[in-house]
């Protein structure tokens, strides 16, 4: 049984795509069941030892059964645990019977949602067996005739109750709607539960049912297990808080943190800030205006994040937590008034508190993650439950003084979450902000300590930081703005967009235009029954007139008409306008013949750091940071007879290494490694040293291994030309609301901060603003808009091209595209002393490989052939000519990656 359940495990983890924590926990239940086999009639000290020998920690059950507390950060994923856990009972153990709590309606209904199957956040995707038949799903509300529904033989049964409910009909001792006979089921829901023998009872927020009247008579339903799932695995207490006995599995929020889980929360002040002689009023207006500057900046780079990567938008949020209603209610008024940003927030803004119910209220705030929805800032009064766990909260203004570490968790924990399910790489967007006032600092002081759950990020202001607003800029093709076809969305308080004096048609031809464009670029309903292999094509007789004839069809199914002359005429304009402002960028398929040649070169690791302690009997149990603390005795037993044994298995967990092709090399490296502890320490030794280290020292050899990667791309794949051209993609950009657009033929005061500034001026540019990296960059378009015949450089995702580092399969997208009167340029600037970088030789072998291709496609219908240039920066220089270039660095060979 042990066998065929660490299979589930490994099984699960991968079709539900766990996380290591949710893993970690998934196979702490799996040795759970193993020292507690189910059975309710389970002696609950001999229970309680069982558990103590393997997870000392573990003092009391704090339950009437066996249950065990599995404390994640918010924002790690409780709810999809739980479906790991359901799964896993079930598959493994044949547990059919699950109760589930929540610690309101709002979760409750969540829950619901959440083991519904075609729900966007359904907790068993990908589960064969709960796609043939999914769980029953039982309520309060439904009970009646759903269990009676759920008598077949292999399906399970989920029960999805609120713990309120439950208090509610319990007090006075009244008859309970759940212990009432129901003659649909032959016996009360409670006597039906109650005779479950498999039954295992799930906690959600296991921290709101200590010591509630609704849970002590659930204890009566002997459950077989109980689960609890908390971020917060304590109890508030008058002196302290104190803490569970019964946690099997700790990942605090410190190690989310650190594992890239969660946003980074920072605690925001003002550089040279003193409150000293300023109001109370006064302070907290600071705090309101530096909190919507960070907002505003943030909404920014989550517009320019999402446009950049086509995902959907995400609208940020401000919470400012109050004193009281009537403290709220200043806020609302302040906020809404004139003086606050020119009354920008006027009807963005909501007050929740006390005056509504909680549920009504949680309710009302999980609306406004949605980004079509007004709201920017909410105003809360000491109503931080679970259930508001919305992923665009990013700016928390704490107005009150907390008064027990609860709230200040609560109050940080409902922003941890992260909209795109990782952090982006972007300071911004992976930050929660905490505008902090003096009694709050002292909470987050400390928070800051080095036993804190977590460590606080600080950020500082500078004064000019405060003063400068950041927009967003949509940078388009010039020829969309050229044929009159407005921009589908609008971006917040942007320069650029559709421009309407650019417009060479007026209104009653640009809907001609941009039906001509669409059809042309293949996005309109109407078209040529195929694509066309390039652009060129549309010069035909046969092509146009089939243009002419597929806009008008699509003209008149808009109900509209027109004299068939001008529709001609405008198609035609429209055709040469792109033409003349569009680089043909052919999308390519390359699918190869035989197997990609890359591969590991043989090497002497570098063991001078590889450097371990021999545990001793405690050292071994704190070594281990999952929980599972008790493994020294089973050390010995599992560890692989050979020791090389215990390194290679651990290697060929990396994506990129396959024992079949590396073995030999697998082995060696093993082997170095064996020795190398062999010579410091006895067999016994060793063998305890490689099973606690086993993993990071297979990523330390694998990082090695990186180093001596080489790879040959495809000189023979099979090439589909799916498209012969593309249509031009928006970029996005970011800049300070006061800097002007630059003229790109002078360089900045502040190359080094390159980046920031947007530039324009261009005339030969497909664009009418682009930002560039480095001076060099800049320097090349110079010479690009004095030379080539167009040039622009490329949004993400322009180019479907790949290249392999790291072992993993990522995009490339080059510097430049140009074309010149002979030719179609890639063009790459890198810095001189990375020409040989390993990725640079990755990106390069796979440009070259696709100008080949593209090339090839181009010659056999009438176009230019592609070159790809990489130039070390230091070449770059305004009186070079790009026939210069070309001659000195156009890569037509494929090197060996080493």
């Known amino acids: 049984m042990r066998k065929d359940s660490g299979r589930h495990v490994g099984a699960i983890a991968a079709r539900l795509s766990l996380r290591a924590p949710q893993q970690r926990s998934l196979e702490i239940l799996d040795r759970i069941m193993e020292i507690l086999p189910p059975g309710k009639e389970s002696d609950l000290a001999a229970a309680l030892a069982a558990i103590r020998r393997e997870f000392p920690q573990v003092s009391d059950f704090g339950r009437g059964f066996p249950s065990l507390c ?7 994923g409780k709810t999809r645990l739980m479906g790991a856990f359901v ?68 399906a399970i049964t989920v029960n999805i109750f609120n713990v309120a409910k439950i208090n509610s009909e319990m007090r006075d001792g009244r008859s309970l709607r759940i212990r009432s006979l129901r003659e649909e089921i032959g016996e009360s829901y409670f006597d039906h539960l109650a005779g479950l023998d498999d039954l295992v009872l799930i906690m959600d927020e296991a921290h709101r049912y200590r010591g509630s009247a609704g849970v002590r008579a659930i204890e009566a339903l002997k459950p077989t297990l109980g689960l609890e799932l908390t971020a917060t695995p304590f109890v508030e207490a008058p002196r302290r808080p104190v803490p569970f006995a019964n946690v099997v599995f700790d990942y605090p929020l410190g190690r989310a943190l650190a594992d890239g889980f969660v946003k980074e929360p920072a605690v925001v002040t003002r550089e040279n800030f003193h409150p000293a002689g300023k109001s109370p009023g006064e302070i907290e207006e600071i705090k309101l205006h530096d909190a919507i500057r960070l907002h505003e900046g943030v909404r920014v780079e989550l517009e320019v994040y999402a446009r950049e990567n086509r995902v959907g938008a995400v609208k940020p949020i401000v919470l400012v937590i109050a004193r009281d209603t009537s403290h709220a209610a200043e806020l609302m008024r302040l906020i809404r008034s004139p003086r606050f940003f020119d009354g920008r927030f006027t ?73 795109y399910g990782g952090r982006t790489g972007i300071a911004a967007i992976d930050r929660l902000n905490i505008v902090a006032h003096d009694r709050f600092q002292e909470i987050v002081e400390e ?48 320069p650029g967009g559709f ?50 004839s597929a806009v008008a069809s699509g003209y008149r199914s808009a109900g509209r008409e027109g004299p068939a002359d001008e529709l001609a005429a405008v198609v035609t304009d429209t055709t040469e306008f792109v033409l003349q402002e569009t680089i043909e960028i052919p999308l390519i398929l390359a699918v190869p013949k035989n197997e990609a040649k890359w591969g590991y070169r043989s090497f002497r690791l570098d063991l001078s750091r590889f450097s371990y302690e021999v545990p001793t009997e405690n050292l071994w149990a704190t070594h281990l940071r999952t929980g599972q603390v008790d493994r020294i005795g089973a050390a010995a037993a599992v560890i692989e007879e050979r020791l090389d044994n215990c390194i290679v298995d651990a290697l060929v967990a990396f994506d990129d290494v396959a024992y079949e092709e ?36 297979a990523r330390a050899v694998h990082a090695q291994m990186q180093e001596h990667l080489w790879q040959e791309a495809h000189a023979d794949d099979d090439v589909v030309v799916t498209r012969g051209y593309t249509a031009l993609r928006e970029r996005t950009f970011s800049k300070a609301m006061d800097e ?56 993400k995702g322009q180019f479907q091209l790949r290249y392999r580092a790291e072992g993993q399969e990522l995009d490339y997208q080059p510097d430049f595209v140009a074309e010149t009167g002979t030719r179609t340029l890639m063009i790459e600037v890198k810095a001189s002393d990375r020409m040989d970088d390993r990725i640079v030789l990755a990106k390069r072998n796979a440009a070259v490989h696709w100008c080949r291709h593209a090339t090839g496609h181009a010659l056999k219908h009438g176009g230019k052939p592609w070159g790809y240039l990489l130039i070390p920066h230091d070449a770059i220089a305004e009186n070079v000519t790009i026939e210069a270039l070309a001659r000195c660095h156009m890569e037509g060979r494929v090197l060996r990656v080493v």
């Not at 570490?405 to 924990?413: D, E, M, P």
């Not at 990020?457 to 020829?479: G, K």
């Not at 630059?742 to 500034?757: E, I, S, V, Y």
């Open 740 to 795: 002007p657009v630059l003229d790109f033929r002078l360089p900045p005061a502040d190359k080094g901060n390159m980046a920031r500034h947007l530039f324009g001026g261009f005339a030969r540019c497909l664009y009418a603003e682009e930002k560039f990296h480095s001076d060099a960059e800049r320097m090349l378009a110079v010479v690009l808009d004095r030379e080539a015949l167009k040039w622009f450089r490329p949004a």
């Open 447 to 494: 928070a800051r300590r080095p036993d804190s759950p977590a460590r606080l990020e600080q950020l500082v202001l500078a004064e000019s930081q405060l003063q400068q607003s950041t927009v967003t800029v949509v940078s388009r093709p010039r020829l969309v703005d050229w044929l009159g076809i407005e921009p589908e969305g609008s971006a917040s308080n942007a």
């Open 347 to 419: 009807n963005k803004v909501i007050q929740v508190d006390s005056s509504v119910r909680e549920d009504e209220a949680v309710e009302r705030l999980l609306k406004v993650e949605r980004a079509d929805e007004p709201t920017e800032i909410v105003i809360h009064v000491n109503m931080l439950r679970e259930g508001w766990d919305v992923n665009n909260l990013y700016t928390i203004v704490p107005l009150r003084a907390g008064n027990s570490n609860t709230l200040v968790w609560q109050a940080i924990g409902r922003g941890l979450r992260l909209p």
């Open 499 to 548: 421009h309407e004096e650019q417009a060479s048609f007026g209104d009653d031809k640009r809907a001609i235009a941009r039906l001509t464009y669409e059809t042309i670029m293949g996005e309109a309903t109407v078209g040529f029954g195929a694509p066309l292999p390039s652009l060129g094509h549309l010069m035909r007789p046969e092509i146009r007139d089939a243009l002419i």
């Open 70 to 76: 599995f404390a994640l950060a918010t924002g790690v």
């Open 87 to 154: 799964a896993y009972l079930h598959l493994a153990h044949g547990i059919r019977n699950f109760l589930v709590l929540a610690p309101s309606l709002t979760i409750h209904d969540k829950l619901i949602a959440d083991f519904t199957p075609g729900t966007p956040k359904y907790v068993l995707p990908g589960i064969q067996q709960f796609s043939i038949e999914p769980p029953v799903i039982v309520t309060g509300e439904n009970f009646a005739y759903r269990v009676g529904g759920a008598r077949t033989r292999h």
């Open 662 to 697: 590396h073995a030999e090399l697998l082995y060696d490296l093993a082997g170095q490694v064996s020795r190398h502890l062999l010579s410091r320490m006895s067999e016994r030794d060793a063998r305890k040293v490689l099973w606690l280290h086993r993993h990071e020292i």
